[in-house]
T-cell receptor, first 116, second 113 residues
Framework: DGGITQSPKYLFRKEGQNVTLSCEQNLNHDAMYWYRQDPGQGLRLIYYSQIVNDFQKGDIAEGYSVSREKKESFPLTVTSAQKNPTAFYLC???????????????FGDGTRLSIL | GQQLNQSPQSMFIQEGEDVSMNCTSSSIFNTWLWYKQDPGEGPVLLIALYKAGELTSNGRLTAQFGITRKDSFLNISASIPSDVGIYFCAGQQASQAGTALIFGKGTTLSVSS
């Protein structure tokens, strides 16, 4: 079955530590995205990537970094510079970034990050 | 970044009632999408709309692309307990081709049986 796999489901971080969230897709999608979800805040875009070795900052990129070395993979690193990292993180993909029409995004089941 | 205005923020209804929610913006959109998120999971696409005035159904769900291209509506008929969750609208701005979708803050639906 094609889909998006995020791991781990739950992650705990100590103060001052970097952590990396995994996102893998086997949908052959070109575009991938990372969102942060806080209660009542909806989905806020962190980073997105249109093709391999290219990515753009979203609305809340500070304290986060990404890489796109393979089409299937788009890992997100939450750095120690992110002062309030506790949140639910969602990865998504789409066939491509919409040109005239928006392309529906398919989501993984998320990673919940908590600070110890 | 711009967000869509989604309302209501939350709804508490009885099983069997109809539900209506909407998204509005000051900008023109070329695409409207509606998603549902169950607790602890990722959002799942319910309906996609690509043309002004378009009305599309998916079972008990019906969504419309507003004529002005600045709004969209989602209706759920005869609600059941499994309709509980957060409903998100998302859109592609006409002036922002080649950018990521914009999401509303969600409508949390609670259904009592």
């Amino acid at each position: 079955d094609g889909g998006i796999t995020q791991s781990p489901k739950y992650l705990f971080r100590k103060e001052g530590q970097n952590v990396t969230l995994s996102c893998e897709q086997n949908l052959n999608h070109d575009a991938m995205y990372w969102y942060r979800q806080d209660p009542g805040q909806g989905l806020r875009l962190i980073y997105y990537s249109q093709i391999v070795n290219d990515f753009q900052k979203g609305d809340i990129a500070e304290g986060y970094s990404v890489s796109r070395e393979k089409k299937e993979s788009f890992p997100l690193t939450v750095t120690s510079a992110q002062k309030n990292p506790t949140a639910f993180y969602l990865c998504a993909s789409s066939t491509r970034l919409g040109d005239v029409l928006g392309q529906p995004q398919h989501f993984g089941d998320g990673t919940r990050l908590s600070i110890l | 970044g711009q967000q869509l205005n989604q309302s209501p923020q939350s709804m508490f209804i009885q099983e069997g009632e109809d539900v209506s929610m909407n998204c509005t913006s000051s900008s023109i959109f070329n695409t409207w999408l509606w998603y549902k998120q169950d607790p602890g999971e990722g959002p799942v696409l319910l309906i996609a709309l690509y043309k002004a005035g378009e009305l599309t159904s998916n079972g008990r769900l019906t969504a419309q692309f507003g004529i002005t291209r600045k709004d969209s509506f989602l209706n759920i008929s005869a609600s059941i307990p499994s309709d509980v969750g957060i409903y998100f609208c998302a859109g592609q701005q006409a002036s922002q081709a080649g950018t990521a979708l914009i999401f509303g803050k969600g409508t949390t639906l609670s259904v009592s049986s």
